[in-house]
């Protein structure tokens, strides 16, 4: 084939030529926000200053729940990581915002495609008086390349797959958010699961003690020491605790049927698995609540947010370029003859160069509306960071200040509850000595009932403080794939 004519290779030197000298792009560029953050914590006593030992160990071992050295707890978060079903639907949200991606990026480049048609064609004696049939058939053979390929002169393509870029981005870190808070849902729902366990062998353990104290206030009553008052008050504090032993049984089973779904089973698969009691794990050593700036920088709530205010602004740069005019060159190179065999002949050559412009200049009032509505956009994106920001900083001033005072809180029960175990032993041997009389005895098993619920509750939201302080920092989580870098060279 002939090569183009001169005044089409002047058409696309030009073209190109503006397209190299467009460097910028209409639109707001994206500065990420400024936003005063405190210097420290105002909780942060919640935690001991670490030593560097401390903070290289931490470093060292991402995954937090490790440190609370309970081999179940590892097992059910590495299970919900790979099998949980919100985190897959999390992860098709990424896939899909990376597709997008992929598409708007391919506007960067011509489109290119290719047809071909043969046709067999006869006209009616109407259309062709006077002709004879076989004057009336007639074939026809094409096949061609075309190509059309926007000038982004503006921007407008760019600052597309900016926004896209900026939407996966954001998806990234919703699912990094995501797997967060699946497990701490797990980690809390795991410790309270040996909480309540705990608490079920503290009333189970009363039970039997107050069963044991009826069975003397009995034997008493039998050998004319006690009165029938006597043994319906101990028999009414025996019912009293026994009742408290199915509903612990039920948040039991709720918190066993969470667990399986949250790692992917049916609510029963886990409940061989977990029906056996174990103690509560232990407390971390050391919980660094390092400083807010970190904070910021860690929380993937907030890295979410700052991606999709960098995509709005983006938008506002796609909706400006309407403002201006739009080049597009286009181009054909083909055959076209009449006879199949003449198809690809020097003869059959068909070509073209086209430059088109398109300027909506007379629809200026929908444009400017469009660019209005994505100004309002990103507004909203801004004010939407600004109040995450804020969350993220009093999330973790109320995990610091929970963890804290549960901790002193644990500490008082665990002592109250030591010296109650002791006051109820020595009142059944006043009693069974005769130098006390029933009531004594009861109000000190009911009392150390009371004691040792109340501690390990408290031993339960200790632990469950230190998850959700792992949670509001946003530290010791594992960075599993997808990660943020993983758009960031898309």
């Known amino acids: 084939m002939h090569d183009l004519k001169p005044t089409a290779l002047a058409m696309l030197k030009t073209a190109a030529l503006t397209l190299a000298l ?26 001991a200053t670490p030593t560097a030992a401390d903070i290289a160990l931490r470093e060292a071992d991402a995954e937090f729940w490790r440190g609370f050295e309970d081999p179940q707890l590892t097992w059910l978060v590495e299970e919900s990581l790979a099998a949980n079903h919100d985190l897959r639907i999390a992860l098709s949200r990424y896939d899909r915002a990376n597709a997008l991606l992929r ?29 004879s049939r076989a004057d009336r058939d007639g074939e026809s053979y094409s096949a061609g390349i075309s190509a059309t390929w926007e000038l982004d002169l503006f921007g407008r393509i ?7 870029r900026a939407d996966a981005a954001a998806t990234a870190a919703d699912l990094e958010a995501l797997q967060v808070a699946i497990v701490g849902e797990v980690a809390r729902t795991y410790i309270e699961l040996r909480g309540l366990q705990e608490r079920l062998h503290v009333a189970r353990e009363n039970t039997d003690n107050q069963r044991e104290t009826l069975r003397l206030v009995q034997a008493r009553l039998d050998a004319g020491r006690d009165t029938e008052f006597d043994t319906s008050r101990a028999r009414a504090q025996l019912e009293t605790t026994s009742a408290r032993i199915p509903a612990l049984e039920a948040q039991i089973a709720v918190s066993m049927h969470r667990l399986g779904v949250l790692s992917g089973k049916t609510p029963d698969a886990l409940i061989g698995e977990l029906d056996a009691q174990k103690p509560l794990p232990a407390l971390p050593a050391r919980l660094d609540a390092g400083t807010p700036g970190e904070l910021l920088r860690r929380r993937p709530d907030i890295a979410a947010a700052e991606h999709r205010l960098h ?3 983006a938008r506002i740069g796609v909706a400006t370029a309407d403002l201006f005019p739009r080049f597009t060159l286009g181009g054909l190179i083909g055959s076209q003859a009449i006879d199949s065999s003449a198809l690809f002949e020097r003869d059959s050559e068909t070509r073209l160069v086209a430059l088109g412009i398109d300027w909506s200049f007379l629809d200026i009032g929908r444009v400017r509306a469009r660019i209005a509505a994505s100004d309002a956009d990103a507004a909203g994106e801004l004010a939407r960071y600004q109040q995450t920001v804020l969350l993220a900083l009093e999330d973790t001033e109320n995990a610091l200040v929970r963890y804290a005072k549960a901790r002193v809180e644990d500490g008082h029960l665990e002592r109250a509850a030591t010296d109650s175990a002791r006051a109820a032993q020595l009142a059944r041997v006043r009693y069974e000595a005769g130098a006390s009389g029933l009531l004594e005895v009861l109000d000190a098993e009911r009392t150390r009932l009371q004691a040792q619920e109340a501690f390990a ?17 946003a530290g010791g989580w594992p960075q599993r794939q997808p990660l943020r870098e993983d758009v960031a060279d898309l």
């Open 457 to 473: 509750d408290a031993r339960t939201r200790s632990v469950v403080g230190a998850v959700g302080l792992y949670k509001a920092l």
């Open 103 to 131: 598409e708007a990026k391919f506007d960067r480049f011509p489109t290119v495609t290719a047809d071909a048609q043969a046709s067999d064609a006869r006209s009616s004696a109407d259309q062709a008086p006077g002709a």
């Open 158 to 164: 760019r600052r597309n797959v900016e926004a896209n």
């Open 311 to 313: 995509a709005a602004t």
């Open 22 to 47: 467009a460097a910028c792009a209409v639109g707001p560029d994206f500065v990420k926000p400024t936003v005063a953050a405190p210097e420290r914590f105002a909780r942060a006593e919640a935690a």
